[in-house]
């Protein structure tokens, strides 16, 4: 813009990017229990610590809803391997989500409320093309992306809260992460879910964690899970049930052990074997799940 001598006009382009969306679990709760003052505080550590990580790994800051962190990877200069540093980025935030909470449990000068303690972080990703660029009136605009890549994007942070996971992504998000570095992130398949708004199954996967830190208890849940999914998917209920309960006993994240966990994806679909076992689906059943919210 410096180098060209002009003002920034109204307009996009459309380019290849990663959307990275994150928002904090129970935030209405924070709200409720906590002065504005003190609200204030912890939102500008708990936002400085995400944004400085996102910008780190190459990403830009959209903008901030609330708690809400909206950025993307791509643009306005191309980064070749968008979706990979997207991923690296919801881990480290993570990552520093539980540095921070114990750096909190430790102020006892000031007092931190347990939810406080407890808080949580959900993040969904998408990778694909959509519009970038300054979008709004002609006297007030911001520079920002839109699209369906986009839409998905969101989806994905408040399908994590479904599924109990806290870093979610697309196919697209999880190939082109691959692509890049074929062995440097774990993921998880979740199966394929229809979003609010969209008529097509998504398949979506958790981003659980550096390769080299995932321990041996959590690969052999997710290939419990992964055996138990597709069991699930051919219908074997009965099956898809022992393999479910199996990997339960070894998810990372467990309901009353990790703070503010109250399900993980081995929990969840021991309910939804449940009510299909008693409520089998019609024939034409892909395995997908349709929600119901947004």
Known sequence: ?????????????????????????AFSTFSEVLSPPRLVELMNEYLTACTDIVQAEGGTLDKYIGDAVVAMYGAPLALPDHAHKACLSALRVQRRIAEL??????????GWPEIVLGLQTRIGLNSGRAVVGNMGSTT???????GDTVNLAARMESGAKFFGVYAMCTEATRAACVAVQADDV????????????????VPVH???????AVSPATREGLALFAEGLARYQARDWDGALENFAASAKLEPNQPGINPG???????LYQKLVLKLRANPPAADWDGSYTMSEK
């Open 101 to 110: 909470r114990t750096k909190w449990s430790h102020e006892s000068e000031k």
């Open 186 to 201: 774990v993921f998880r398949p979740l199966g394929r879910i229809v979003v609010k708004g969209r008529n097509a199954p």
């Open 140 to 146: 007030r605009f911001s520079y920002t992306m839109m």
């Open 1 to 25: 813009m410096v180098d060209s001598g002009s003002e920034p006009q109204l307009g996009g382009v459309e380019e290849e990017i990663t959307a990275y969306f994150s928002d904090i679990q």
């Open 206 to 212: 958790e981003i659980v964690e550096l390769t080299t």
């Open 261 to 267: 966990v109250t399900t993980n994806p081995s929990l």
